[in-house]
């Protein structure tokens, strides 16, 4: 006998929690169902599981081997007995014969009793209520309630899956070379302790057996679920579900899913019973790997995976009897995740801490024997990047009484500053000015000697590769890379004079700031420091110019260090609120022919704020150049091999191209040598 379709307390996975459990509550928010293990006295028998209220359900007719309501169709053609024949009680469901085609053993053992006729429909007589009391409307009510369309499911039925079930319902339309349909009868071989041919001597085992296999048919019929005292939590519930499926060898053709109808209907009740919401208890992160393995349903198997990794110190302190019960390879595997985690964290964090970057300064910064560069002043540059990293370090000390923050770099706070610097980014990116970088250093050199940008943006980009080819692993380029630079008036720029506040003002506003970011200078308390902070830069040009290119390199650095920790991994759920790291995905999906889940570097920082702005802005620039009646729609893909420099899943933005950014109309290099303008 299995324990776990019986729903004995021998199931594994009845574990006493540690204190270490810091986050507790139940599946259900609403209903407030106690923790496994608990007995209400207000605990009926059985009850319908995933209902905001306790609503009984009714045994008897399952007891006593009469028609269950809801799982009677008088459309199907196959009637399911639960009890042996000698017990000669009637067939308890009657389903279609389509929701076993994925159990070639459950169709063998089907019989076929001759052909179907058409049913006939009969009205209650006059004066009889459709229920025989209010419990029952309210356990219909109850069931009928489950029907309505799940609004989002998390997955699409693959071509095995499809072609598995196709295949299988050949079996069923093979009627014998007939054209009507069949009748079939299916005795299911289950094992009780008592004597089933009357109800008082069925056992506790029995009674639950009788449950999970009344659970199953519901399950692939897609009816409610039914609760007991001892499987009274949705893992209970489904964990009998899998034992279930796996004994009758539920299966795709290719063995990656357990067919068609089982997946499509974990992908539903995944949704109902929020098996994806793992945030209120390391327990249920087990329990939703322990699942989505057994099931074989990769997209709660991966989140899940995904909040483990981030929180597994936490989850093997439980010490839980369920961790066994995931395979060996995927514990295995989620400690190399954890690893790797652990180091990404570290790296992060001593970049952070002292927001020095001293690589950025070690290289072209440092020169002075560059001839082509030797206008530059660098040290300027160095003073303002200082300068600005004080700024940083004062406010961000502000909002979390430390830098770095006392209780650490976390989710929360990371992605805190990475929204930050992404809204500072908008507001200051030159968006017509597309990097001639790739992720190759050899290539940038090339790239290099023939950029036609301003001398200071071909400086800038030097050093800013010479930071992305110091770290590892090997940061690829942002696509749009430079800042846009302060302009002032021409008569300005020949008298040498200092600027006034309200020009510095009026330079920065008009012509340094993209138009469409300017919001966010009200919405966002950081950015509006900033803007504040940029004021009060020293009124000569060149120092208004050598602060931008200061301020950027230390945005660039910081942009670049968040997104291996704050770009989530793709499939993931419940996030909100979570502090851990939920940035690790598989490698192996469910170890069952999965695809991988696993982002590469490459992969993580096309996900990140600046390549996501990059589609839209290079989207933006291609439709503006083309006739509306001639323009095919943008293609946005992943690129050429290397992925970047003009390859960067955005099309290069045009000369002409209409995007919403100052005018350019001041010489930057002139400014910075330090020479009189050309009139």
Known sequence: MDAATSGSDSVPGSPKLKKARRRRSGWFSKSGSPPSGQVTREDPPAWIAGHFETVPYNLDPLINGEKVSELWKEDGDTLVHLFPRASEKEASFKVDSTLLADSHELMQLCTIL???????????????????????????????????????IKWTSTDSDRNSTASLRLER??????????????????????????????TNEDLERLVSYRNFFA???????????????????????????????????????????PTDRIAEYAQKFKLYDVRSSPEKVIEALVLGEQMKFTPLFNSAYIHAVGDLELITALNSPRWDLISESTRHELERASFDLAKRIQSTSMRLRDLEFHVLWTGLAKSTSDKEYKTLDFKAWRSSFNAFRSHVISFYSSRYKSWPPKKGFNRQNLKEIYDDFSALYDLLVDRNAQTTRSSDPRANLRANEDDNSPLAHKALRQ???????????LQPPVPFDVPLLPQVEQRSLLQKKRLTSNEISNSLTTTSYNRDSLAAIARNE??????????????????????????WILLYAIMQSLPLLVVDAPGVEATEGVSY????????????????????????????????????????AVENTMPPALAPPPKLGVGAADGYGGSLGVPKVRSNARVDRPLSTANFDDILRGASPKR
């Open 219 to 261: 399950f692939l019929s897609g009816e409610r679920l039914v609760a007991t005292r001892r499987q009274r939590t949705p893992f209970r519930i489904f964990w009998s579900l899998c034992k279930i499926l796996q004994r009758f060898n539920f299966s795709n053709l290719d063995g990656s899913t357990l067919g068609e109808i």
């Open 581 to 620: 790291f939920l940035c690790v995905g598989p490698k192996s999906g469910t170890g069952a022919g999965s695809t991988s889940q696993a982002a590469g570097v490459d992969e993580i920082f096309r996900r990140s704020h600046c390549w996501e702005r990059a589609r839209e802005w290079g989207m933006t």
């Open 526 to 551: 950081f950015v509006e420091s900033f803007t504040k902070f940029e004021r009060k830069t020293d009124g000569h040009i060149e120092n208004l110019l050598s602060a931008r290119m200061g301020q």
């Open 114 to 152: 001759g052909t179907m006729s058409p049913p006939r429909v009969q009205s209650p007589p006059l004066g009889h209520a459709n229920v025989r009391n209010l419990e029952d409307m309210a356990q219909r009510m109850a069931i009928n309630d489950f029907r309505s369309p799940t609004s989002h």
């Open 463 to 473: 050093i800013l590769a010479e930071y992305d080819a110091s770290v590892a692993p």
């Open 173 to 202: 339309d093979f009627n014998g070379g007939l054209d009507q349909p069949m009748l079939r009868e299916l005795y299911l071989p289950l094992a009780f302790e008592g004597d089933v041919s009357a109800q008082a001597t069925y």
